[in-house]
Nanobody, 114 residues
Framework: VQLQASGGGLVQAGGSLRLSCAASGSISRVIAMGWYRQAPGNKRELAAT???????VYADSVKGRFTISRDNAKSTVYLQMNSLKPEDTAVYYC?????????WGQGTQVTVSS
C-alpha cells in the first residue's frame, strides 16, 4: 500500500491550498482515509477523515475552513484548505485504514505566513 501526498507549499494567511493523497489500488472499500498534521514540537493530530460511506469528521480548529473529499475512480483523497492561518503550519500526512491495518503516506509541508 502506497500513499503519495502532494499539494503543500507556502501561502499567505487567508489563502488556500488543496492537498492530494493518491493511493495505490482502490480506495472504494477502505474503512476511512484521513489527513493528520504535525507542527514542530507537537504531536500528530487529526485534521479530517472521510469514511467509505462518505461521512466526515473535522477537528474543531478546521471546521468551516477545510473540506475533505474523495474520488474513488482516481483513488485519491483531497483536503481543500481555505482561510488558512499561521497556526495551520505543519506537515500534513495522509492515512489509510482498511481491514489489513493502517498506513501512512509521506508528509507534505504546509507553511502559512502572517
Amino acid at each position: 500500500v502506497q500513499l503519495q501526498a502532494s499539494g503543500g507549499g507556502l501561502v499567505q494567511a487567508g489563502g488556500s491550498l488543496r492537498l492530494s493523497c493518491a493511493a495505490s489500488g482502490s480506495i472504494s472499500r477502505v474503512i476511512a482515509m484521513g489527513w493528520y498534521r504535525q507542527a514542530p514540537g507537537n504531536k500528530r493530530e487529526l485534521a479530517a477523515t472521510i469514511t467509505s460511506d462518505g461521512s466526515t469528521v473535522y477537528a474543531d480548529s478546521v471546521k468551516g475552513r477545510f473540506t475533505i473529499s474523495r474520488d474513488n475512480a482516481k483513488s485519491t483523497v483531497y483536503l481543500q484548505m481555505n482561510s488558512l492561518k499561521p497556526e495551520d503550519t505543519a506537515v500534513y500526512y495522509c492515512k489509510r485504514v482498511d481491514p489489513r491495518g493502517s498506513y501512512w503516506g509521506q508528509g507534505t509541508q504546509v507553511t502559512v505566513s502572517s
